[in-house]
């Protein structure tokens, strides 16, 4: 399936874009989705801590991904 | 209905007297209020000013979460979170909490919770500039 | 030379913007804000409204003791402490207390000091008034 | 000496008015005012308690007052 990542703040930076395509099996989880993108944006692996939000929620590396799912990319946050 | 929550991302400045005049209310006998300002400096060092970008649906559902927390662990009555996106110059104010309780405890607990789980928990992002670049705050270890 | 407290007794109505106005400075990250308001009831009891009557003198320097002690024990910018005498409806706002610090922490810790030894301490007396009569309040056991 | 005693909030309703003359013995103290004035208010016992200012300084049972004092019955506040 087919899956566009949204990027916020410095993964918007990394990826040089706001959202990226990305193929992935129909089985893939959230840890898979981790791997690839590290595998194409290996800054990424430099930030603290990143987090994936799985329709405006956060998700766990188990859990699976869905072909209309909303995926964003949040580092480390840090409003207020 | 009487709303109890006020939660809201703005690209222009923050209205400080229309949120305070929000939470007022004669059930309530205590308001804290807390207002986030850009400050001139982050660790000796000049900030000329601050770029904020949320996720925005999902800041305003997990600013809900916090808010219904809020509701669940004291006597508070109304909630308002307001926070920027956008340029913001010294001064400037990212981000405004006020939480009105009949007792002033549950008020100041509440808005200190709010303002303690937001900076760990919501997809909002500060840059900071400086004269000579600029840092995502809190990208790195 | 910038004044880093402000401290006022009012007969008219508390001004909340001019006083945010005044506490806001370039050096400061976080406002904590206090607004105590007429509450329309106490212990089940409607209140009709309130008042206020100070030893103004002798409030104004107990307050600027208060005000000494947080800034002693935390590090925070400015302090304000405005109190109102005379006759408050409901919903009217009798003290309003501001506290900037770099840092949310201690403006979040000395406004609640400030509040809390205010009640203990500044010579301030509030009278209740209902449908059916008047009380000084704590006057009695 | 002769002191003007100034009354705040239920004090000045016991009184009847924000402010009485006392007669007392050139080495009285606060102890001393206190006694008078119960003697003569009795229902100044009734308060939770009450204290006694001196030139805007609350004072101790101890203190000894003088002719041109600031005196002031502070009952138990109830501000903010």
Known sequence: MKIKILAFGIAKDIFGTPSVNLELTNDATVYNLKYLLEQRYPRLKQLASYMVAVNNEYALPGDNLHERDEIAIIPPVSGG | ?141
């Open chain 2, 1 to 141: 209905m009487t709303l109890t929550t006020n939660i809201q991302i703005f690209s222009s400045p923050l209205n400080i007297q229309s949120s305070i005049d929000w939470i007022m209310s004669p059930e309530s006998g205590g308001i804290d209020v807390f207002i986030g300002t850009v400050r001139n400096a982050t660790k000796g060092k000049r900030v000329i000013r601050l770029e904020f970008e949320a996720y925005e649906p999902m800041a305003i559902a997990e600013m809900e979460k916090i808010a219904k927390q809020a509701f669940e662990k004291w006597p508070v009555q109304k909630i308002l979170i307001h926070h920027r996106t956008g340029i913001l110059e010294v001064g400037e104010v990212p981000v405004l909490i006020a939480v009105s309780a009949a007792h002033r405890a549950a008020a100041f607990d509440a808005c200190r919770f709010i303002i303690d789980t937001l900076k760990q928990t919501v997809p909002i992002w500060k840059k900071e500039i400086f004269e000579d670049g600029e840092v995502w705050v809190a990208a790195h270890p």
